[in-house]
């Protein structure tokens, strides 16, 4: 049924659609509520096919009524951020450029950084498209203002200060050195500094780095320029300190469902950095300067303000959004389109960024694709009740027993997820027996899983035969845990699936996108293997107690090691069995012989 629209005023403001269910699922601004909203509801010929299906679920519609449309504009723009709402053009940064946070609405405020941007009544200062000068910047600004940075309550007991305060770095509220009033008026100086106001400090800092160069102290005084250095850079992306030189430049390239926006940073005339954004709207090909125009409300909402946008084709309300940006910036702002010369170079190159973008993420969404129909065939050829999206690879590597290390790596959806892989020191097995050592790596990595209830994986994968799979199926039983699990060795590339009576073999055709997804997980559980295995073996010859024995270097601790193959054969071995080691005279096995009789003796007595 159609809502009720004709108590809808006359005036500027917001609406609010909603579904059935009270969901918020559209958001907009008019200059008048009342002729905006009844569009919706007359001929359907001129509305797009998302606006049709939208409006069909219009079940009711509020509205927020506001003193102009300037005005209006910030409120939608806010409720979008906040509410998301289904028809609306999302904006999406998978980079999460960070954001400088200042906790004012507390009775101590904090400066951190963060990338998330919430409605909690906090300043937010952002986003930076560089982290590290951001960083740098915080640890100055907690030298210079003395601001609190560490997560320690502040209920005042009067806590012993922490090292921060003993070296100059914060002033104590939790100490109670500093009154509240005293302590928020020096984040409020700080504050400033954010606002784009750094030439006070800049020169407070110059002045500091000349004394201390004047003094030959060259070090404080490097220390001192690398903060100007941090603090100019920074301040580049402050709104305050924009030029008339300054512009941001964006262009776009959508296909059906995604606009792709690339933005050029331009500063003092050089182009200092750029960033690549998407918005997610249906029918972003029928209209992109009205696309453009929404990611300029919802982009500059945070964003610093520069005095000049470019876009590739003129806005609809261009003069409104203007109007907005300026108040925002307490500035003249413009918005163009650049028709010659430099800036329409720039345009250009960015447009072509944007395709390049665009045809990347397709090319991912390419191999997603594959990577799922892969996994269908997977999950079809070993008869799994579910598709393995999750798997685990598990592998050993050691040389003669030693430094036997057993590796596992994590694929979901087909693609490495390289920061959930794990390796495992063998522990409680003893010389050459790959069996056991896969069964104590799968039962600790199965053990831990269970007793945390995490996850567990939709499929197991083990790099060798039957035997290395009897080994962890021995754990899994052991655990009483019912994961699908395969072997994979590398001679016939022949899956082998445990059974209860014998094992099953599963031969796929060496062109199946199945058998390929199961090599590059054996494969990459092998390379982790064999990696992690040579750091510990390397580590192990770097440094060792044969480092304390005199006449003992690098190239005859690595001819002893690699002889016996660990300090514990070495320690027990007679002179007889030493010199029979390249470069170990007689008189230094005697020498070795002695230094760990020396240290028996040691441990007897203590």
Known sequence: MRPDISNIPDLPGVYLMKDVSDNIIYIGKAKSLKKRVSQYFQSSKS???????????????????????????????????????????????????????????????????????????????????????????????????????????????????????????????????????????????????????TSGIIKELQEKMNTHAIAQEYESAAAIRDQIDALKSLSQQQTATAGNDDSDIIATASDDETVFVQIFYIRDGNMVGKADLSLSWGDANGNIARVTEEF???????????????????????????????????????????????????????????QMTMEQSHLKQSDKEQALQALLQLRNALSLSTLPAHIEGFDISNISGTDAVGSMVVFENGIPANSKYRHFNIKTVKGIDDFAMMAEVVKRRYTRQKTEKDKLPDLILIDGGPGQVSAAMGSLKELQLDIPLVGLAKRFEHIIVPKDDTDEVV???????????????????????????????????SHSELDTIPGIGASRKKALLNHFSSIEQIRYASVEQLTAVEGISKGLAEKIIAHFNKERVTNQSV
């Open 47 to 197: 509305h797009s096919s998302k606006t049709i299906a939208m409006v069909r679920k219009i079940a009711d519609i509020d509205y927020i009524v506001t003193e102009s449309e300037v005005a209006a504009l910030i409120l939608e723009a806010n409720l979008i951020k906040k509410n998301k709402p289904h028809y609306n053009i999302a904006l999406k940064d998978d980079k999460r450029y960070p954001y400088v946070k200042v906790t004012v609405n507390t009775k101590f405020p904090k400066i951190f950084m963060t990338r998330r941007r919430l409605m909690d009544g906090a300043l937010y200062f952002g986003p930076y498209t560089n982290v590290k000068p951001v960083k740098q910047t915080l640890e100055m600004i907690s030298q210079i203002f003395r601001i609190k940075r560490c997560n320690r309550r502040i209920d005042g007991k009067g806590k012993r200060p922490c090292l921060n305060y003993h070296i100059d770095r914060c002033y104590a509220p939790c100490n109670g050195s500093i009154s509240p009033e005293e302590y928020r008026n020096n984040v409020m100086e700080a504050v400033k500094f954010f606002k784009g106001e």
């Open 296 to 354: 300029i409300k919802q982009y500059y909402q945070d964003a610093p303000v520069p005095p000049e946008i470019l876009v590739q084709h003129p806005i609809p309300e261009k003069e409104l959004v203007i109007k907005w940006l300026s108040k925002k910036a307490a500035r003249s702002v413009q918005i163009q389109v650049p028709q010659r010369g430099n800036k329409k170079r720039l345009m250009e190159m960015a447009e072509q960024n944007a």
């Open 507 to 541: 031969i796929l055709p060496h062109t199946s996108e199945a058998l390929k997804v199961l090599m590059r997980v054996r494969d990459e559980s092998h390379r982790f293997a064999v990696s992690s295995h040579r750091r510990r073996r390397t580590a192990r010859l």
